[in-house]
């Protein structure tokens, strides 16, 4: 073969294995090169996330303008709901007794009642040996007082002749015999009646009909859910006499509380905080739930409020907030923040007035990968 020839020859060989191979259908190995979505959600090299509108529509994401301002220091202290003194009260036991049903039964967890109404009933429990003796007494007093009926019929019988005096004597004894057999009567059979101290709802029961009770027995807590106050702990004494304001967070909403005053006697090496709050709301919470009490006091910092539900932690465990840089990109700030009210925070550092913080959908945001 000429040279000429060899090289042409080399060259058709060199074109056709350049060339890819196509199987059949039905006879490839699925080894092709998958096709990449770029319009979808997706964490840049950078650290930001690229999110479409299409995504941020069904994440339902939404951002809050950001401007710095004056925000109250904050003290975080620990909590719990408590009765008001004037709405609310426990029903106790006088006596040792059995319990019996009240007028409409015994009232349900979450019944409204009202101040006076009998809620049930304390028959007291005696010895055997105290009974009889009871019986006993009761026998001799009956008969004396028939015998003074007679004696009283007989002197009003002679009254002409009988002094008035020992008529009135005579008179005088009957009754207090009379009241005497009343009085051992009704201990054998009086009952105690447990009654309502406040209006409100039942908010504890430990009544079961037929059951035994002590004296001092709790049955009955009844509460007004429209009154309830917050204790709150303080292990500062100082913090009692700097309180501007406070609040709670009920769910994801703030509720104000008024500080009606602090102790002066230690309680778990801490001075209690009461607190009254004037809201509705407050009828979600139950008495004896713990809490956290935001307190804010005089003094003043600089920062900026966003929702506690803007703050993530990021892979360094750093806490970050999205901040909106364009359309659809979003971008980590790592923050340092601060308790604020419970619904908000006040971030001190990280940010710049006019950024547009995610404030909805913040987790999803950090998700991105």
Known sequence: MSPRNLV????????????????????????????????????????????????????GVRTLLVEAGALPRTIELAGKVVMDPNAGGKIQAVLAGRLESGPQGFPSIGQSVRKGDVLAYVVPSSGQIERANQSAQLAE???????????????????DTVPKKDIETAESELTSLTERVAAVGGGLSQRDALIAPVSGLIASSNALAGQVVDARELVFEVVDPRRLRVEALAYDP?????????????????????????GRSMREQALPLMFRGEDDRLGRLAVGQPLKVFVQSRSMLQGYSVPAASLMKNPSNQTVVWVKTAPERFEPRTVTAEPLDGANVAVTSGLKAGERVVTRAASLVNQVR
């Open 8 to 59: 042409s020859a080399l060259s058709i060989v060199l074109a056709m294995a350049a060339a890819p191979a196509w199987a059949g259908d039905g006879h490839d190995h699925g080894d092709g090169t998958p096709v990449v979505n770029s319009n979808g959600p997706k964490r840049l090299p950078d650290g930001s996330v690229f999110l479409p509108k299409p995504a941020q529509h069904q994440f």
């Open 141 to 159: 007093l009956r008969a004396a007082r028939t015998l003074a009926e007679k004696r009283v019929l007989r002197l009003r019988e002679l009254a």
């Open 238 to 262: 100082d913090v009692a006499a700097d309180v501007a304001s406070a609040s709670i967070a009920v769910g994801q909403e703030r509720v104000s509380l008024v500080f009606l005053g602090g």
